[in-house]
């Protein structure tokens, strides 16, 4: 599985961005989809991740309520709505998939490249 993560950008404190994370093969629905995230001198840290039906989900805490992750799996592609950002908000966002959902970023055997949201106060 491929995966391109796309839709990042500079946006206020309170506004919003949607995330796409799209991917190659015809076994995507297959696989759980999760985000992460890392500011610059900090570890990657859990945000996201959906199961491959779509009918799990599962948030960091720092999150709930103002994200949402889903998926389209006809268009092999998982997104994840990010509403009331914060300027904490700010990292390089990632997708990366995986055989079952687990928020262990050492357990997903494939990353996409990364897309930069930055929030400004």
């Known amino acids: 599985v491929q995966l391109q993560a796309s839709g990042g950008g500079s946006v206020q404190a309170g506004g919003s961005l949607r995330l796409s994370c799209a991917a190659s093969g015809r076994t995507f629905s297959q696989y759980a989809v999760g985000w992460f995230r890392q500011a610059p001198g900090t570890e990657r840290e859990f945000v996201s991740v959906i199961g491959g039906t779509g009918s799990g989900t599962y948030y960091a805490d720092s999150v709930k309520g103002r994200f949402t992750i889903s998926r389209d799996n006809a268009k092999n592609t998982v997104y994840l709505q990010m509403n009331s950002l914060k300027p904490e908000d700010t990292a390089v966002h990632y997708c990366?998939?995986?055989?079952?959902?687990?928020?262990?970023?050492?357990?997903?055997?494939?990353w996409g490249q990364g897309t930069l949201v930055t929030v400004s106060s």
């Open positions: 990366a998939a995986h055989g079952f959902w687990t928020v262990r970023s050492a357990d997903y055997d494939y």
